[in-house]
């Protein structure tokens, strides 16, 4: 594990009154050698849609609400509970992981990131 922790999203209804189409919690994460990254994240309701995004470089949570941040990988899954997303030959370096709500109501979870080589 080189990575985990908890995240907070508000949901989708509070998102777009704010001008956003979701709520993304980003943070970064560095890659200490070539291999495949594994990000598993899960949260309290099933009703809620999270996706998980896999960025290039340092990426904030403002940046990816606006959508200023290059996405590398992301599940779409709108029903997959807990979310998981691979990454195979990801190399050495700087990247972010984000966690965006689609779903209508205000969102916390937590989340692991493996990498194995």
């Known amino acids: 594990m080189i990575a985990g922790g908890n995240f907070t999203v508000v949901g989708a209804d ?14 970064p994460i560095s890659v200490s050698g070539a291999g495949t990254v594994e990000i598993a994240a899960d ?3 099933a009703s809620n849609d999270i996706d998980i995004l896999w960025y290039g470089g340092t990426c ?12 590398l ?6 029903t997959q509970k807990p979310e998981r997303l691979t990454i195979t030959n990801a190399g050495a370096g700087a990247y972010s992981v984000g966690f965006a709500n689609y779903g209508r109501t205000a969102e916390s979870g937590n989340y692991q990131v493996f990498l194995t080589r």
Not at 73 to 78: C, I, K, L, P, Y
């Open 60 to 71: 904030t949570s403002n940046q990816a609400i606006r959508g200023q941040c290059a996405i």
């Open 73 to 78: 990988a992301r599940t779409t899954s709108v």
């Open 14 to 27: 509070e998102a777009n009154a704010a001008g956003f189409l979701v709520d993304v919690a980003a943070g």
């Open 43 to 45: 949260w309290t309701f």
